[in-house]
């Protein structure tokens, strides 16, 4: 081995071992994840990758019970997940499907068709249900959502949902009037100025009070004779 060989290697070496530890564990091979169907985490292979609209997804297949499968959340969506979500809250704000579709084609710049919003609506009806209230009232998008910003020391985003607190407030009258009140009557002067509540200090001594004693159920006496030390000798 020439110099300059030899002068490479020890080079090398010492590089790799000044990495630092991230470095270093980025390059050990990452996990697999476990089955969704029979829950081993042993026996998985990669099985290739599925073309997607938001990209390329990895495919995992378990050798014990042969099944498929992504470690994706929504697993047979060609969308990304984001743009479902705002596709079904958009819509349950009480827009139309077309209205929804637009709306969500000028934000993220992506087309999605009319049956594709449908089947969204349908697959996630057990988890969004709020679906169900969608279909029986009929809710205007200008007033579902009535928001105030209060300029506090820092600006808060005071936001309540209309139709929900309609709803609840049939059980809780006084919560529904408080939130329709606390935009009108909640005053910003006295959060602009003076110290925060986070920054307040206050020091609590703590005072010596009486033990309360529990009263002795019937028969605690007699039994704590029965088994003390004196009787057992």
Not at 13 to 30: G, M, Y
Not at 56 to 62: G, H, K, L
Not at 115 to 129: E, G, N, V
Not at 177 to 205: A, E, M, T, V, W
Request: proline fraction near 6%; charge should be positive; hydrophobic fraction near 25%.
């Amino acid at each position: 081995m020439t110099s300059q060989a030899y002068y490479n290697k020890t080079k090398f070496q010492n590089t790799t071992h000044q990495l630092s530890p991230t470095l270093r564990q980025s390059n050990k091979p990452q996990a697999l994840p476990s089955c969704p169907n029979c829950k081993s985490n042993k026996y998985i292979i990669h099985y290739g990758k599925r073309r997607i609209k938001a990209g390329f997804i990895q495919i995992y297949r378990c050798t014990a019970c042969r099944k498929n499968f992504t470690t994706r959340i929504l697993e047979y969506a060609q969308y990304p997940n984001h743009i479902i979500l705002n596709a079904i809250s958009t819509y349950n704000l009480g827009y139309t499907l077309l209205e929804t579709i637009n709306r969500i084609s000028k934000r993220f710049k992506t087309k999605i068709s009319q049956s594709a919003l449908s089947t969204w609506l349908k697959r996630y009806s057990d988890i969004c249900t709020f679906n169900y209230l969608r279909k029986k009232y009929i809710i205007n998008p200008k007033d579902i959502i009535i928001s105030k910003k209060f300029h506090h020391q820092q600006v808060y985003d005071f936001k309540y949902h209309t139709l929900k607190t309609n709803i609840a407030g049939k059980n809780f009258p006084t919560l529904k009037n408080y939130l329709k009140s606390l935009q009108d009557k909640c005053p910003n002067k006295p959060f602009q100025y003076g110290p925060r509540c986070s920054n307040l200090r206050i020091d609590i001594k703590p005072t010596k009070t009486t033990k309360h004693l529990r009263p002795k159920p019937p028969g605690a006496t007699f039994r704590a004779h029965r088994y003390s030390t004196s009787t057992l000798e």
